[in-house]
């Protein structure tokens, strides 16, 4: 049990295109979802935390207009890069947590390349 | 703010060999510790999960420890394996159980 799914794993995109990523939880309900960002060789950075049926609380330094993130469902939500440039090229993991949020479930990631 | 620190950032050890991961954190006030495994360009995978309120877990041949006084976590491998070469992260949960905050990992190779 506790299978989090991202789509798409891997996108290519032209500079200045918006790009759009799904966080699904497929066995759980999902009350809060988080967004992360993975540079190379790099730690995961926090970008936002998302509860279902309100609005995302962004991490300090991530524009909020920039990433998206929607979370319309227990199970499912959407981080789309807005006009994305060659710096927003990284790779995206999202989390999942249940109600008591004892812990988080990841994603398998999204590479995002933009070119 | 909490930081964690993860040391050495990687190793290369020969098979067979038992091995120790080391990760500290600044903020002694957490509400678990966590430890995942990394494949290149993979998602994590979650390996333990220690609570606040223990010292140690244990699953197969890992062994994690906790002292939250001195902020410190070791990964414990024991009789290392190929297939355990990965990146390993530690990441701790504030106490409000809502945010990980990941050290930068230590990316092991275990040589057959």
């Known amino acids: 049990g506790a299978v989090v799914s991202q789509h798409p794993s891997r996108v290519i995109c032209k500079s200045g295109t918006s790009v759009k990523i799904e966080c699904r939880s497929l066995d759980f309900q999902a009350t809060t979802m988080f967004w992360y960002r993975q540079f190379p060789k790099k730690s995961l950075m926090l970008m936002a935390t998302?509860?279902?049926?309100?609005?995302?609380?962004?991490e300090q330094g991530v524009e909020k207009d920039k990433f998206l993130i929607n979370h319309a469902s227990l199970t499912l939500s959407t981080l789309t890069v807005t006009s994305a440039h060659p710096e927003d090229s990284s790779f995206y993991i999202c989390?999942?947590?249940?109600?008591?949020?004892?812990?988080?479930?990841f994603g398998p990631g999204t590479r995002l390349l933009v070119l | 703010k909490q930081e964690v620190t993860q040391i050495p950032a990687a190793l290369s050890v020969p098979e067979g060999e038992n091995l120790v991961l080391n990760c500290s954190f600044t903020?002694?006030?957490?509400?678990?510790l966590q430890w995942f495994r990394q494949d290149p360009g993979k998602g994590l995978t979650s390996l333990l999960l220690i609570q606040s309120s223990q010292r140690e877990q244990t699953s197969g041949r890992l062994n994690a420890s906790l002292d939250k006084s001195s902020g410190r976590s070791t990964l414990y491998i024991a009789a290392s394996q190929p297939g355990d070469s990965a990146t390993y992260l530690c990441?701790?949960?504030?106490?409000?159980?809502?945010?990980?905050?990941f050290g930068e990992g230590t990316q092991l190779t275990v040589n057959p």
């Open positions: 998302s509860n279902e049926g309100s609005k995302a609380t962004y």
């Open positions: 989390s999942a947590a249940t109600r008591e949020r004892e812990t988080q479930y």
């Open positions: 903020d002694s006030a957490i509400y678990n």
């Open positions: 990441a701790v949960w504030e106490t409000s159980g809502s945010r990980l905050t």
